[in-house]
């Protein structure tokens, strides 16, 4: 049973472009979203995250936009660079008290930025 | 950000061992995450390691197959025991660091022969 999902398991994009990766969710009772990029042999990195109060956090070139009524969030990122060239994985979450509890990933999506 | 330094990074094993994974965090932590990703899925949560309390597994994986330690508020173990061919994955530590941000180490990269 995936409760978070990415769709696209692939997106290609020319350098300078607007990048935008999708991930909806179905559990109602989550209220963190995380985004996390990740390049072959390495561990996920957090890359930017919202809370269930906002529906848009920026940070440089990645934006994150949430809407709570679709179960829906995208990641944007402006300009696109090569370098983002990785693959994308969305996570949900509740917190537990003073800390994030366990996080749901998504399949992820594979970004190839093209020069 | 927080250094979570996990090994091995890679490692292929013959059918019938076990192999243990080691995960150190450099600040403590009061959860660490253990996690699998296969080719092509996404990463599933194995089971949740809090100091001094029995691991929290989740469906599909049990302490016998996956005995895990936590012996302090910084590192953890996980072991793969009696290997097959089917556990050949990317295993994952994750810890919870501030209230907002959870952090991965490297990964292990286990192949199984």
């Known amino acids: 049973d995936q409760q978070v999902k990415q769709n696209s398991p692939s997106l290609s994009v020319q350098e300078g472009r607007i990048s935008i990766l999708n991930c909806d969710y179905t559990?109602?009772?989550?209220?963190?979203f995380l985004w996390y990029k990740k390049y072959p042999a390495e561990g996920p990195t957090f890359l930017i995250s919202?809370?269930?109060?906002?529906d848009k956090n920026e940070d440089g070139r990645f934006t994150v936009f949430l809407n709570k009524s679709a179960k829906h969030l995208s990641l944007h990122i402006v300009p696109s660079q090569p370098g983002d060239s990785a693959v994308y994985f969305c996570?949900?979450?509740?917190?537990?008290?003073?800390?994030?509890?366990?996080?749901?990933f998504g399949r992820g999506t594979q970004l190839t930025v093209w020069p | 950000s927080a250094v979570i330094s996990q090994k091995p990074s890679r490692d292929i094993c013959q059918r019938g061992t076990s192999l243990t994974i080691q995960c150190q965090v450099d600040?403590?932590?009061?959860?660490m995450f253990w996690y699998r990703q296969q080719p092509g899925q996404s990463l599933t949560l194995i089971a949740t390691?809090?100091?001094?309390?029995?691991?929290?597994?989740e469906s599909g994986f049990v302490i016998d197959k996956f005995p895990i330690s936590r012996p302090n508020l910084t590192f953890s173990t996980l072991t793969v025991s009696n290997m097959s061919p089917e556990d050949s994955s990317i295993y994952l530590c994750?810890?919870?660091?501030?209230?907002?941000?959870?952090?991965f180490g490297q990964g292990t990269r286990l192949t199984v022969v």
């Open positions: 559990n109602s009772m989550f209220d963190y």
């Open positions: 390691a809090n100091q001094g309390s029995e691991a929290t597994y």
């Open positions: 996570a949900a979450s509740s917190y537990r008290g003073s800390t994030l509890g366990r996080l749901y």
């Open positions: 600040s403590q932590v009061t959860m």
């Open positions: 919202i809370s269930s109060i906002k």
């Open positions: 994750s810890a919870n660091l501030g209230r907002w941000e959870a952090f």
